[in-house]
């Protein structure tokens, strides 16, 4: 035994380093079994799998990671399994994992993407996986890394063993569809090297701070810039988004290698000192030690943050007070109907100034119980991971809503041989301008 974990900790050296650990936590099994994760894994490689009974391309990796934990489960791989199936479904959830060989523990908690291990991990979208070293709650592997051709030689290369090159199951189908390439290496963020003489704590958000005022925001007064009746050509909608794209992130120094980071997404402004994001994009990163959150223009400008005005996880809408004054504020516009143009400018995959077009596809509720926060629409603009915060914009140059998410869901359990819908979820502008009056009425008071 002594000599399998020294093998297997041989093996973790050899996979790439994520700088960050596990997020820990205590759960229930869909058995009733207590969980303590990672600690009941020590000696072991787990793998923490985000998925659904409704999810297509999770069942279509169900072949490959059955297969893949049959034959390396005995040498010291576990999975737990993290369902987002939503209270109705969680009764049929026992047999369905029996019935496709998924013999791992499940934790379920019915409340589906609001799960609160989704919540703690930040899942946006499924199959999502993580690696962990049990032992040492190490985060070693995820995304990309533990789907299709990929899922084998990194668990292996995880536990000290030799790589098979052991083709997945799904390929041995003829319908089957070749892996999607990795985008291409984005440029190295200039912010990295500019943030180190321009950033000095006093005159930025802490993350002490900002923990605090995320809990308790700190309102003050925002005046809003009337909306825009002038029909613009696309051209021109796109020139306005580029002059009013801002980013938003943190610079922030790592846990694990005591190096400076810069992670960013998208911001828009509201007011010329106010900027308005997704709330999940402020929230402190897992390896943060300590650092700031700084707001940026195109120009890689870095303006000071000052207060958290206003935030809201449900709504994932937060609102940052900044010292840059001349900012151009875009206006907001509530009335969004189905079918009307839609318009992003964002940085996807860290690659800067990208604009697409597309229309309003739905208008819908998370939850109607909890009013303007679970309001949502679903657009046919283009984004991804980095484009969190960006504005969408109408014709006429208004902000209909903002960057949330991307969910894919697939017809078949064999995603190459079924329809795939990619929903573009972003926040409605009148969901802002809630939490907007909001802000007003507490500075007011």
């Given at each position: 035994m002594r000599s399998f974990l020294l093998a297997l900790s041989f093996g973790l050296v050899t996979l790439p380093a994520f700088?960050?650990?596990?997020?820990?936590?205590?759960?229930?099994?869909?058995?009733?079994?207590?969980?303590?994760?990672?600690?009941?894994?020590?000696?072991?490689?787990?793998?923490?799998?985000?998925?659904?009974?409704?999810?297509?391309?999770?069942?279509?990796?169900?072949?490959?990671?059955?297969?893949?934990?049959?034959?390396?489960?005995?040498?010291?791989?576990?999975?737990?399994?993290?369902?987002?199936?939503?209270?109705?479904?969680?009764?049929?959830?026992?047999?369905?994992?029996?019935?496709?060989?998924?013999?791992?523990?499940?934790?379920?908690?019915?409340?589906?993407?609001?799960?609160?291990?989704?919540?703690?991990?930040?899942?946006?979208?499924?199959?999502?996986?993580?690696?962990?070293?049990?032992?040492?709650?190490?985060?070693?592997?995820?995304?990309?890394?533990?789907?299709?051709?990929?899922?084998?030689?990194?668990?292996?290369?995880?536990?000290?063993?030799?790589?098979?090159?052991t083709p997945p199951v799904a390929s041995t189908r003829p319908s089957a569809k070749p892996a999607t390439p990795a985008a291409p290496p984005a440029p190295p963020d200039p912010l990295l090297e500019i943030a180190p003489k321009v950033v000095k704590p006093e005159r930025f958000l802490s993350h002490e701070a900002v923990k605090a005022q995320l809990k308790s925001p700190k309102p003050g007064l925002i005046s809003l810039v009337a909306e825009s009746t002038q029909s613009k050509s696309s051209r021109d909608v796109a020139r306005t988004a580029r002059a009013a794209h801002l980013r938003i992130g943190w610079f922030y120094r790592c846990t694990r290698c005591d190096k400076m980071h810069i992670n960013m997404a998208g911001a828009y402004a509201v007011a010329p000192d106010v900027v308005a994001t997704a709330n999940h994009v402020i929230e402190p990163p897992a390896t943060l030690k300590e650092g700031s959150v700084i707001v940026a223009n195109a120009d890689n400008e870095i303006f000071a943050t000052t207060a958290i005005l206003g935030a809201d996880a449900k709504a994932d809408v937060a609102l940052i007070r900044v010292t840059a004054g001349g900012l151009k504020p875009l206006p907001l516009r509530a009335d969004v109907d189905l079918g009307e143009p839609a318009y992003c400018f964002s940085d996807p995959l860290k690659h800067r100034g990208y604009f697409s077009a597309g229309i309003v596809n739905r208008l819908y509720s998370l939850d109607s119980t909890e009013g303007a926060a679970s309001q949502r629409l679903n657009v046919s603009t283009d984004w991804a991971q980095g484009s969190s915060g960006s504005a969408v914009l109408d014709e006429y140059g208004n902000v209909i809503g903002h960057v949330a998410r991307i969910q894919t869901f697939n017809s078949n359990p064999a995603p190459s041989n079924g329809t795939t819908l990619v929903l573009h979820e972003a926040i409605p502008a009148k969901t802002v301008l809630n939490l907007i009056k909001r802000v007003n009425e507490s500075a007011s008071r």
């Amino acid at each position: 035994m002594r000599s399998f974990l020294l093998a297997l900790s041989f093996g973790l050296v050899t996979l790439p380093a994520f700088a960050e650990d596990a997020k820990p936590f205590a759960a229930v099994s869909t058995t009733g079994a207590k969980i303590a994760f990672p600690g009941d894994y020590k000696g072991k490689v787990v793998m923490l799998d985000f998925w659904a009974t409704w999810c297509g391309p999770c069942i279509g990796e169900l072949p490959n990671l059955t297969k893949v934990y049959a034959d390396l489960h005995p040498k010291g791989l576990e999975i737990l399994g993290v369902s987002l199936d939503s209270d109705d479904r969680k009764a049929s959830l026992g047999e369905f994992t029996k019935d496709k060989g998924m013999t791992w523990t499940q934790i379920c908690d019915g409340k589906g993407w609001q799960a609160e291990l989704a919540q703690l991990y930040g899942v946006r979208g499924i199959p999502a996986c993580f690696l962990v070293n049990g032992t040492t709650g190490e985060l070693l592997a995820k995304g990309a890394d533990l789907r299709g051709a990929s899922l084998r030689p990194t668990i292996e290369k995880a536990l000290g063993l030799p790589v098979s090159n052991t083709p997945p199951v799904a390929s041995t189908r003829p319908s089957a569809k070749p892996a999607t390439p990795a985008a291409p290496p984005a440029p190295p963020d200039p912010l990295l090297e500019i943030a180190p003489k321009v950033v000095k704590p006093e005159r930025f958000l802490s993350h002490e701070a900002v923990k605090a005022q995320l809990k308790s925001p700190k309102p003050g007064l925002i005046s809003l810039v009337a909306e825009s009746t002038q029909s613009k050509s696309s051209r021109d909608v796109a020139r306005t988004a580029r002059a009013a794209h801002l980013r938003i992130g943190w610079f922030y120094r790592c846990t694990r290698c005591d190096k400076m980071h810069i992670n960013m997404a998208g911001a828009y402004a509201v007011a010329p000192d106010v900027v308005a994001t997704a709330n999940h994009v402020i929230e402190p990163p897992a390896t943060l030690k300590e650092g700031s959150v700084i707001v940026a223009n195109a120009d890689n400008e870095i303006f000071a943050t000052t207060a958290i005005l206003g935030a809201d996880a449900k709504a994932d809408v937060a609102l940052i007070r900044v010292t840059a004054g001349g900012l151009k504020p875009l206006p907001l516009r509530a009335d969004v109907d189905l079918g009307e143009p839609a318009y992003c400018f964002s940085d996807p995959l860290k690659h800067r100034g990208y604009f697409s077009a597309g229309i309003v596809n739905r208008l819908y509720s998370l939850d109607s119980t909890e009013g303007a926060a679970s309001q949502r629409l679903n657009v046919s603009t283009d984004w991804a991971q980095g484009s969190s915060g960006s504005a969408v914009l109408d014709e006429y140059g208004n902000v209909i809503g903002h960057v949330a998410r991307i969910q894919t869901f697939n017809s078949n359990p064999a995603p190459s041989n079924g329809t795939t819908l990619v929903l573009h979820e972003a926040i409605p502008a009148k969901t802002v301008l809630n939490l907007i009056k909001r802000v007003n009425e507490s500075a007011s008071r």
